[in-house]
């Protein structure tokens, strides 16, 4: 049995449990709840950065961030269906990936300020992330949903992004005027694997 250390809001950790749904793999996967700001030497042995998702294998060996882990797995589990293994469609996979990834960190930027107190935010700082997110789920609409292809790595970071963000931000203010990318992520949050996934308020 695999061990995934995980929360329950976590878009990282879902892209992760989402293509152990996806490949079918689900059933060997142990999750361990994690918390961040706790005083914890197991994990921090894991993944000295502290962060989730890590994954432990059944042998020992461990395995953090998110693409790292979803890459092994597909590797691993899924004769690399969900990402090329070479040339120019890896590159555009794994760029894709880091667009997405990069809008939820931008996300996640404009939700701490927020969180601050009126007198110490930076409206800044909200400016700049927020047009980050609007400039990348621009492109996304772009590349992904306006695109034919199975649900893969580029496709699950898109939604696990989106699924974040609209749970953060509201379904409005994220997909907009985005016609295409609303129309995508519907079908795709369909799937049995992003429903056994939608991210929940930790208790």
Known sequence: MMRLRSS???PYVRKV????????????????????????????????????PVLTTEDGTTYFESDVICEYLDATFGNRRLLPGDGPARWRALTTMALADGVTAAGMLVRQENMKPAERRSSELIALQTGKVDRGLNRLQRDVANRSSDFDLPGIATACAIGWLAFRFGDAAILGSR??????????????SMQATVPVEPT
Do not use: M
């Open 8 to 10: 329950s809001h976590s």
């Open 179 to 192: 016609d295409e990318l609303r129309t995508w992520y519907q079908a795709v949050a369909a799937r049995p």
């Open 17 to 52: 449990c989402v293509v152990a749904h996806e490949l079918g793999i689900w059933p060997q996967i142990e999750l361990v709840p994690t918390k961040l700001r706790t005083e914890n030497p197991e994990f921090w042995n894991d993944n000295p950065l502290a962060k989730i």
